[in-house]
Structure formats: structure tokens, C-alpha cells
């Protein structure tokens, strides 16, 4: 179950609408509706106030977990949070080969292994279980900052373009990590760290469509791997 779909769950077990939530925890009702059909992720503060208009807690929201609270009588009423630290998110080890434009939700269908990975950052990040995923580096671009075969973990939900923050893209039929910069009427500049060998490419807004070009995910971190 999505992010979206369980705060539609729960709006609706309590006989809420998306306006009588939305004026609950004071956000707009596009933000509600953005969630609810999982189109667009929200600030830490918003999901805060929405988990506490529907009763409940951010980690159950982002991370389907139904997170229970008990209070310690012996230590002043502290909450204490029972649940794992760790969770377990999809590795897609073996890169794309190719990901034709609006073909990588088919690849994300396909079986994947699995990592453990700390709760916390994901939280603090808004970031729900479904949609993070990790994926290999491949090559030599984004040195020093990714190397080949680090594991870099990415947000599916964060598509929209952030100056110069690191993105997993498609690009031509080519899976790639790559920041990202937007431009004038549409256009976008494809930055690689290495710039010496991988200089930047710019693409209008129709030269986007051309050549394929689609955003997968932000990608939040990373995580390297010495080779022998």
C-alpha cells in the first residue's frame, strides 16, 4: 500500500473529505489530493500535521508501519518506540540495460533483492518504504562524488527537478546518475562531476521528448564500495 493510499484510507474510515482534512492540518487540499494519487511528496512539517489530523504518525504514513507508542510509567510518561530501526527496501542490482522513455516502471516490476537500511534518514527525509529503491553506479562520470558500483539509494517519488541535487535518469535508452539544472522554456543542463571527461549537455524542451529523456528519482544518498 502506497503513501496515498493509506491517508485515503484512513481520511475515509474517519468519514473525512479532502477539504475537512485539508483544513484540519492546515494545508491546501491540493496537497492532499497530490498525496493521495501519490504525485507529489510534502514537507516533514505538513505530513506531521496531516498524520496527527488522521490520528496517527508520520512512520505509519511513509513506511506502512503501524508504529505503537507506550508510555513507561516508571520514566515520567517517555514514549517509548518499540518498532525495528531498520527496514527492508528493493536493490535492483543488475543496472538497467535499457530504459526506453515510460518503460521504467517496468523495470521497477521486476523481482529485486532486498537491502536493510536505517529508518531515520528516510524519515527525516520524507521518504515512504515503497518508494525508495537502490541501484548500482555504473562507470566513471559523477567522480569523486559516486563511484562505479556504489550503492545509490533513490527516492522515486521526487521527480521534479531541484537545482544541482543528484538525479537517476534516463537519458537516450541509458540509465545514468547525473545533477540536474533547469533552463529557460522547459530546457534542462546534465551535469556530471567529472567534468573533464564527461562535459554538460544542455536540452530544450523538444529535445527532451527526442531524445527520451525522463527524471526517475532524486538520489538521496549514496554508499561506496572498495574494490579489490
Known sequence: MSVGNRIRALRRSLGMSQPALAKKANVGQSTISDLENDKKSTSAENMQAIASALGTNPQYLLL???????????KAGKSL??????I????YDELPISCGFGSFGEVLERDAKTLKVKKQPLLERNISRSNCAAFPASGHSM????KDKDIVYVDLGRTQIKDGKVFAICHGGLFKFKRLYQLPLGGIRIVSDNTVEYPEERLT???IIDQQFEVIGWAWSWQSMENW
Open 81 to 86: 518506540d518499540k518498532s525495528e530501526d531498520e
Open 88 to 91: 527492508e527496501i528493493k536493490f
Open 64 to 74: 506502512g508501519e503501524d508504529t505503537q507508542y507506550i508510555h513507561d510509567q516508571d
Open 143 to 146: 567522480l569523486p562524488t559516486i
Open 205 to 207: 524542451a523538444q529535445e
